[in-house]
């Protein structure tokens, strides 16, 4: 069963990924923010169970052309088992000398409802990607085929993407700075701490920009940070 419900989707939706490393800082998660990929595209947060691929480095002998005949080629066989609502993880060794995936494979992602799509390398046909409404990340434009550089073997595995173990069926969160990865049995805590920690950051930057001093403000020190706050969210219904 999954653990990502609409609720929490929703939730999930309006947080940024700095608030939820803060949140996840607090249970003594150091590393889940993707170091290196960032959006091509923007628009709204990316918000998804992770189905993932793995890249070798590739090989002469196996790497031509024609072994994109091969249905169970497992690049092109993730693209079309990838479920609606997942979002499609690369672990591309952090390598974007040539592309993990390309403009027609990133579209017939986004036609089968997938939430997006992350990679630690490059994509190829970035123009165009940029134009899809479905979040996509990558490190840099590569134009090269993938079988110049990646040998794909393994779905639904544990990888790394950007220097962050990702198990299947973690969940992923993609905003305009980057990508974090929640583990499966944390989301529900960290979706709901986050949204609370979101209420009083919408605060505390109302409070910055009308000129009042961070101190005893953030941290909510000062002893009439916490009566202020409550007037707030009663104020706007929050």
């Not at 017939?108 to 994509?123: E, H």
């Not at 979706?191 to 910055?208: G, K, N, P, Q, Y």
Request: charged share 20%.
């Amino acid at each position: 069963m999954s653990v990502l419900t609409p609720e929490i989707r929703e939730m999930l939706m309006s947080i940024s990924t700095a608030t939820l490393t803060t949140a996840m800082f607090k249970r003594g998660f150091r590393n889940i923010f993707f170091q290196g990929p960032q959006r091509l595209n923007p628009g709204e947060n990316m918000v998804g169970e992770a189905y993932t691929l793995r890249y070798i480095p590739a090989r002469e002998d196996l790497d031509l052309l024609e072994s994109f005949a091969d249905r169970n080629n497992p690049q092109r066989k993730g693209v079309e088992e990838c479920p609606e609502g997942a979002v499609f993880v690369i672990d591309s060794r952090q390598d974007a000398s040539a592309a993990s995936a390309g403009g027609i494979l990133v579209t017939r992602l986004q036609t089968k409802g997938v939430a997006g799509i992350v990679t630690d390398g490059g994509f190829r046909d970035t123009p165009e990607i940029s134009e899809l409404a479905m979040p996509a990340y990558h490190t840099r434009p590569s134009a090269p085929t993938n079988l110049i550089s990646h040998h794909a073997v393994a779905l639904n595995d544990p990888i790394a993407c950007g220097g962050v173990s990702v198990f299947p069926g973690d969940v992923i969160v993609g905003d305009g700075e980057g990508v974090v990865c929640i583990p499966a049995h944390l989301v529900e805590q960290i979706a709901t701490e986050s949204v609370e920690m979101t209420i009083f950051e919408d605060f505390v930057l109302e409070m910055v920009q009308e000129g009042v001093s961070t101190f005893g403000l953030y941290p909510p020190t000062d002893p009439d940070t916490a009566e202020k706050f409550a007037a707030w969210r009663q104020r706007n219904n929050r």
